[in-house]
């Protein structure tokens, strides 16, 4: 058998036009980089699970995982599930004091306009995000 291939989850949050996202903690991966909530999946858990969690985790919210709306695989290989979910309107988000920097309601535009933006999110906002929109996931 080969390697176990590594998994991920990213989280899609929307409030009208604004999408939800993090600014990465100094301790993490890619420190200070802007990016979608998301990190890997557990041995033994489902997709929608690790999506459920890592936003629990990261930020404290709870989110339902509706859909996975695009799959991609990182240049080292991690093969990355990207799910829209659904956050209270009323959450309080609370970063976790090592992952999470800040965290940002940002429209697409400024989303593609940040220097910072982890490219595989802005490769998901260029072709993943449209591909969800046409699966009527987003309603752009």
């Not at 991920?8 to 993090?22: D, K, S």
């Not at 690790?50 to 995982?65: G, N, S, T």
Request: charged share 25%; proline share 6%.
């Amino acid at each position: 058998m080969g390697a176990a291939v590594k998994r991920g989850v990213v989280a899609i949050a929307r409030r009208g036009e604004r999408f939800l996202a993090i600014r990465r903690g100094r301790a993490v991966a890619a420190p200070g980089r802007v990016c979608f909530p998301g990190g890997h999946v557990e041995p033994g858990e489902e997709d929608r699970e690790a999506v459920v969690r890592e936003c629990r985790e990261e930020l404290q919210a709870h989110v339902e995982a509706v859909a996975c709306v695009w799959q991609s695989v990182t240049p080292w290989g991690t093969a990355l599930s990207w799910w829209m979910v659904e956050l209270d309107p009323a959450a309080e988000l609370v970063p976790h004091p090592v992952e999470v920097e800040a965290i940002y309601w940002m429209t697409l535009e400024e989303l593609l306009a940040e220097p910072m933006l982890l490219e595989g999110n802005r490769e998901f906002l260029i072709n993943g995000l449209q591909q969800g929109d046409a699966e009527g996931h987003f309603g752009l």
